[in-house]
């Protein structure tokens, strides 16, 4: 029964996680169709400032001049200098192994030299090169109070220390490999690309560039590259200039192309791009103002330039905010207009004689537009503009006088005057060689370094950066140096902490930067927002380290999508047109979820979005509070995700991070010092982690926070990712029930869209604003919550709530409830259930491995009806994958009490039971009533091996349909839904026969739990199909080998490139059915659930994935959407456009909408997070059904 207890949980997942089996289906701890071939290395350049300033031993440089001083030797103010509460890590060589303790006796000045002079530390230490050679020590603020860091205190408020016998490894270390700038840096390049392997290519270059150590073409990061690049940096000496502009210009012209074959200091420069969906970053660390003055000349060693030499200008005067850098450009525009205007005078006639005078009238109408925003025009009126005239002459009787004559454009002049801003700064070399497509047919540079073309606009993108185009993506970062803004590592999500949101909103503007100026610090961090990278300000080996990490995780960073977009309605009108977006973005593992405009015209889904769930949820959370209602399940209702109702999950130490932890330690615990240790352990740890888990940032390792408070993973956003579980809308009652005045049942809800995310939370968003309403953990995934705040959790992602969402309307208890539904997915053995009628919700039921120990990972959707033998509302799952352990590995079907969650019956799918061949995800109930009546007998489902099952949940019983595989009996794996239909008879009425239809394939894992990874369901080729298989109310039938049967149908699937046809048998109504093989390209398979989206039922819309391509540049593979005709009458070929190719991206979900008119549109949304509308090849308008799934499902 699923009764409401959580106490026997932890030894559950313990049992769980203790025993692996050889034999369980491989699930992947990540998205799967997201990623573009492993053969596309991203490139990776760093640039390295080797100018004199490096070789100093104070930080910042305002430091300089207090040599003498005792603040001088503290580290609160000068960075460098020793730090007695910080375990200084010993740097490593390229094979990741440490270069050595150095020793307190004879400590090398240069750790990285092996002929490097030594220093006798307890005898002959200088602070500074005028101090007295004496023992080793430091200073100590003393003086009382806080010290604020950076303030140089009266010499009478620190006391000397001399370095203890418990201290002198660690001084020796300081002195060996990090006591100037340049050591610092060397220490914290070999630890952060120490996990740097060969998935990327790297390469290195000073930014002076003018020794032969000073460079290094982009090349792989394998064992010899590596190596090669390590020598490179260890060998790096400070001396000369700043010239930043000229680095990144030099960075930006290499990814062009445009420095091939030229020979740098000895290495002759190579292409380095060789795939046009290859990701180009730089990562330009400095510890200073760039110094080089402005001359307008173009390309030199002093400033930046375009690809083709030209003069930079600017770049970001035109561009949106946060990119603009404060230029205001003023256009005036006066149109001058004339016309003519006659009156009739006695004036200079005698008598009665009369005469018409002439006169011209100007006028100016002035528009101002500033910064591209025009201002109202301003209308001077008309005056005269010289003397009248004469028109007709005196006469009697009077002429008469003509009308005015229409006013004409006599002359339009335009003034342009720009102010503020700035022209040739580093940000504007990073906005050109960001927004310039780099590679070009115009430029002559479309070959790559392997003979391919490369000017294919395919680069895959996060959110922060979405260029299609060969661009260079810039991150910055500074030695701890500050400019006019204020800064927060977090910096877009800072508040008012720092000025960052205020350039966001305009009401601050980047300073216009000046050489060897503060302001040139505010240049660096504006390049990086140009160049849609992060900049880091490191003032301290450890923050130097932490965001050299971090630059090096956003490179792995790409958006993605895994799910279909749930749509506001399924008709779309004016107002209410709204498709919901589910995103997310890999290695920062955060999700989205952004509602975008459908055109009703059309059905195609405007990229631009009305709202973000994303920065909404970061709005209702602050460093150490939030403004988020979360649930968990407390005894048979929800209460508050909190402190208090999580004790016992404390006592269980599922909060710790250290080794108290059952599941183990979080991966930065062993670098923890005391206080962070006690911040992170106990119930003082289980508090901030907590607060951690509902989106508070103030224990995060971020440099705003306070030292002892930096334990947990840093995040650019709260909103984890949402994966494999699409959004589903809520408004009013959806189904067409008769029974219990359905009708005019009418909930006292606002629209909702519910979304699960891999934050462990299914959360609540308002359709209309996106704010969140609630969330509600499960409480499966609370003892493994505490990962999320893991430093390596970049590469260590995993699912937590990741399961497929059901929501569907049920009579008990004497009224109508909206029943919401979610499984875990590769998150856990479970599933709950929610009462979702009104705003509020209410917990029904958690059904899980601690009630059933037969019931796996929850992948597929549950099924809300009603059973037909005595009226009772269920819930049906299937027993999903790896079910063992404890469970005996067979396939099933579990019927439960939709509104206790009790189990009322167990069916059991006979056969083998390895859960690689028995596993069942998704089932699908039939019901002859529609949306009419939800009554179900019969529900089908396929397994890994093929069968198509049966299940009666009348009689408790199940029988094989039939058995799907290629030639020879070969079985090929179901893991989709199958869709139920009708068979047509020959009036095109129903007949009293149904119509199975299947897809084969998987695509589950990525070898990670294989013992050889080459089985992997990325790379397998075998050849899937989708059928159809007819069966008979009246006759259930068991067909068994289906291929083998008489009068069975085969549709043949051809064509070549991306064209593809298909050519029809005709379908008899009494037939077996009919199948087609998905022959044409390797791979090609249906993992994506089949949708009968019309209502007559005639087509058929199938998505496919080919994760295996010989296309390296196809995010996830690529996918074609066939819209099949379900019972085709006559052979023939299909109608053009019946198979469309979507591109250089995979299918990852379908939603259908009727268009004003009755046109279909099926929306596909694609792996890379884009969309795309496809409709059926036909004239006709056919209204779209929900569906014959009866419920709101994914």
Not at 367 to 391: H, M
Not at 682 to 708: C, K, P
Not at 991 to 1018: E, F, K, M, W
Not at 1072 to 1093: H, K, M
Request: with cysteine; net charge negative; hydrophobic share 35%.
């Amino acid at each position: 029964m699923g009764t409401l207890r959580h106490f026997l949980m932890p030894a559950i997942v313990a049992l769980l996680s203790a025993t692996v089996s050889a034999a369980n289906v491989d699930l992947a701890d990540k998205p799967l169709a997201n990623g573009i071939s492993n053969s596309v290395k991203p490139n990776i350049m760093f640039v390295l400032d080797d100018s004199g300033s490096m070789g100093w031993d104070y930080l910042p440089d305002s430091v300089n001049g207090k040599q003498g001083d005792n603040c001088f030797k503290n580290h609160l103010y000068n960075k460098v200098y020793f730090n007695p509460g910080y375990t200084y890590p010993v740097p490593v060589d390229a094979s990741g192994n440490p270069l050595g303790n150095a020793t307190f006796g004879t400590a090398k000045r240069n750790g990285f030299d092996g002929g490097s002079s030594t220093t006798n530390l307890a005898t002959a230490f200088k602070a500074h090169s005028g101090d007295t050679a004496q023992a080793a020590y430091y200073y100590e603020y003393t003086g009382g109070g806080t010290p604020t860091p950076g303030t140089c205190y009266a010499n009478n408020k620190y006391t000397k220390r001399v370095v203890t016998a418990a201290q002198e490894q660690n001084f020796a270390n300081w002195y060996s490999y990090y006591r100037t700038r340049m050591q610092m840096m060397k220490s914290a390049l070999s630890l952060a690309f120490k996990p740097i392997d060969d998935t990327k290519r790297v390469g290195y270059m000073s930014i002076n560039n003018n020794t032969g150590t000073d460079f290094r073409n982009l090349a792989l990061f394998d064992a010899a590259g590596k190596s090669a690049w390590y020598n490179k940096i260890f060998a790096a000496q400070p001396g000369d200039g700043t010239g930043l502009r000229w680095a990144l210009t030099t960075a930006g012209r290499l990814y062009g192309g445009k420095l091939n074959g030229q020979n740098f200091w000895g290495t002759p420069v190579v292409d380095p791009v060789q795939y046009s969906c290859q990701q180009n970053f730089t990562i330009l660390a400095t510890d200073g103002y760039w110094n080089t003055e402005t001359t307008g000349l173009g390309c030199n060693r002093h400033e930046g330039c375009k690809l083709d030499g030209a003069v930079l200008g600017n770049q970001d005067g035109g561009a949106a905010k946060p990119m603009w850098d404060g230029s205001s450009t003023t256009v005036t525009q006066v149109d001058t207009y004339q016309q003519f205007v006659y009156s009739v005078t006695n004036s200079g006639c005698s008598g009665a004689n009369r005469r018409v005078r002439q006169q011209q009238q100007r006028k100016t109408i002035t528009t101002t537009t500033i910064n591209g925003s025009p201002g109202a025009p301003v209308d001077s009126g008309w005056s005269n503009f010289g003397a009248a005239t004469t028109f007709i002459a005196c006469q009697n009787p009077a002429p008469a006088a003509p009308p005015n004559t229409t006013p004409v454009l006599l002359s339009s002049n335009t003034n342009t005057n720009s102010s503020g801003g700035s022209t040739g700064s580093l940000a504007d070399v990073a906005m050109y060689y960001y927004e310039t497509d780099i590679r070009d047919g115009g430029l002559g540079n479309c070959t790559g370094a392997l003979g391919l073309d490369v000017c294919e606009n395919n680069v895959p993108g996060t959110t922060r950066d979405t260029a299609a185009h060969q661009h260079m993506t810039t991150f910055t970062l500074g030695l701890g140096i500050n400019g006019q803004l204020t800064y927060a590592e977090n910096y877009e999500a800072c508040g008012n902490s720092c000025d960052y949101p205020a350039i966001v909103q305009g009401t601050k503007t980047w300073p216009v930067p000046s050489s060897n100026d503060p302001t040139t610090v505010d240049d660096l961090w504006h390049a990086a927002v140009n160049g849609r990278g992060v900049y880091y300000s490191a003032g301290t080996p450890e923050s130097l380290a932490s965001g050299l990490a971090k630059a090096l995780a956003g490179v792995n960073a790409r958006k993605g999508a895994g799910g279909a977009a749930a749509t506001s309605t399924l008709a779309p009108v004016e107002g209410d047109q709204y498709a919901y977006v589910a995103l997310y973005t890999t290695a920062e593992w955060v999700g989205d979820l952004q509602r975008r405009s459908i055109s009703l015209t059309t059905g195609v889904v405007d990229e631009t979005p009305t709202w973000k769930a994303q920065e909404k949820l970061d709005g209702q959370t602050t460093l150490n509070g939030d403004s988020r209602t979360i649930y968990m399940r407390k005894g048979s209702s929800l209460d508050a995700f909190n402190v208090g109702n999580l004790a016992s999950y404390i006592t269980a130490k599922n909060f710790d991070a250290g080794p108290a932890n059952p599941a183990g330690a979080l991966s930065q615990y062993a670098d923890y010092n005391a206080a962070r240790q006690t911040q992170a352990t106990g119930n003082t740890g289980a508090a901030n982690m907590i607060g951690f888990l509902r989106g508070q940032r103030g224990f995060e390792d971020v440099a705003s926070n306070a030292a002892a408070n930096r334990i947990y993973r840093p995040r650019t956003h709260v909103l984890g990712d949402i994966v494999n579980s699409s959004p589903v809308y809520v408004n009013k009652p959806a189904f067409d029930y008769t029974e219990h005045n359905y009708p005019k049942w009418d909930p006292n809800r606002s629209p909702t869209v519910y979304a699960a995310a891999n934050d462990g939370m299914l959360h609540a968003f308002d359709a209309a604003t996106g704010l969140e309403r609630w969330a509600f953990v499960p409480a499966v995934a609370i003892p493994k919550l505490y990962k999320l705040a893991d430093a390596n959790y970049a590469n260590q992602h995993r699912f937590f709530v990741d399961g497929p969402l059901t929501v569907g309307d049920a009579y008990f208890d004497g009224k109508w409830h909206s029943i919401l539904i979610g499984g875990l997915g590769k998150g856990g053995r479970s599933y709950y259930a929610l009462d979702v009628t009104n705003d509020t919700p209410e917990l029904l039921w958690e059904f899980s491995v601690s009630d059933d120990i037969d019931l796996g990972q929850s992948y597929g959707a549950a099924q809300i009806t009603k059973r037909e033998k005595d009226g009772k509302w269920v819930a049906m799952f299937a027993s999903g994958y790896n079910n063992v352990s404890p469970g005996s590995g067979l396939g099933r079907l579990f019927v439960v009490d939709l509104e206790t969650g009790g189990k009322l019956s167990e069916i059991v799918a006979p056969g083998d039971a390895s859960p690689e061949k028995s596993g069942i995800a998704w089932v699908n109930g039939w019901t002859n009533a529609g949306m009419d009546d939800n009554t179900v007998q019969h529900v089908y489902a396929g397994d890994l091996s093929g069968n198509i099952w049966r299940f009666d949940i009348n009689a408790d019983t199940v029988s094989l349909l039939a058995s799907v595989g290629s030639g020879g009996g070969t079985t090929q794996p179901v893991t989709s839904r199958v869709e139920l239909g009708d068979i047509l008879d020959s009036s095109g009425g129903q007949a009293n026969q149904r119509a199975i239809y299947v897809g084969t394939g998987r695509y589950l894992g990525d070898g990670t739990y294989l013992a050889d990874p080459q089985d992997s369901d990325i790379l397998n080729t075998d050849t899937q199909s989708f059928y159809a298989i007819r069966d008979d109310a009246d006759d259930l039938k068991s067909w068994g080998n289906f291929r083998a049967q008489a009068g069975v149908k085969k549709f043949t699937v051809s064509g070549s490139g991306n064209s593809r046809k298909v050519d029809y048998d005709a379908v008899l109504a009494s037939g077996p059915g009919w199948y087609l093989d998905f022959d044409v390209q390797s791979g090609e398979r249906v993992v994506i659930n089949p949708r009968l989206f019309n209502g007559d039922q005639k087509t058929l819309t199938v998505v496919t994935s080919i994760p295996s391509s010989s296309n390296m540049c196809e995010i996830g593979g690529t996918s074609y959407v066939y819209m099949l005709e379900t019972q085709p009458s006559k052979a023939h070929t299909s109608l053009p456009n019946a198979i469309s190719y979507v591109g250089s991206a995979m299918g990852v979900g379908a939603a259908g909408v009727s268009l004003p008119g009755g046109k279909l549109a099926v929306i596909v949304n694609l792996s890379d997070g884009t969309t795309v509308t496809v409709s059926p090849p036909t004239t006709q308008g056919t209204k779209i059904k929900r569906g014959l799934w009866r419920e709101l499902v994914n």
